[in-house]
């Protein structure tokens, strides 16, 4: 999905992947500067463990209601899909509540 602004719409993406790469960080431990839109967050590699993955869940709830104005329901289906999941990857979990966004204020 594109934004009417695409230059907008970049920057919105950009921001939602550095918001959930420093939350990761904070509830892994992990180095902030080892992640990005590439870092899995469900699956073998993934440095999320299940209480960090609830973390992560709680944080992204919040921020999707507070700062987007969406919510977001990780308990859906295709949220705990591993082919849908927007879990995925951080880039994967950005784009989707970048998508959520869009179609709550276009």
């Known amino acids: 999905m594109v934004h009417g602004n695409t230059e907008m719409g970049v920057v919105v993406l950009d921001n939602l992947v550095e918001k959930i790469c420093t939350v990761v960080a904070e509830v892994t431990g992990e180095d902030r500067e080892a992640l990005d839109r590439q870092t899995p967050l469900i699956g073998p590699d993934s440095a ?3 209480r960090a993955l609830v973390e992560l869940l709680l944080a992204v709830e919040d921020y999707s209601a507070e700062e ?6 990780s308990m859906t289906d295709a949220a705990m899909s591993p082919i849908n999941s927007p879990f995925r990857s951080i880039g994967t979990l950005a784009k989707h509540l970048y998508e959520l966004h869009v179609q709550a204020h276009g």
């Not at 987007?68 to 329901?73: M, S, T, Y």
């Open 48 to 50: 999320l463990k299940s």
């Open 68 to 73: 987007l104005g969406v919510r977001f329901d």
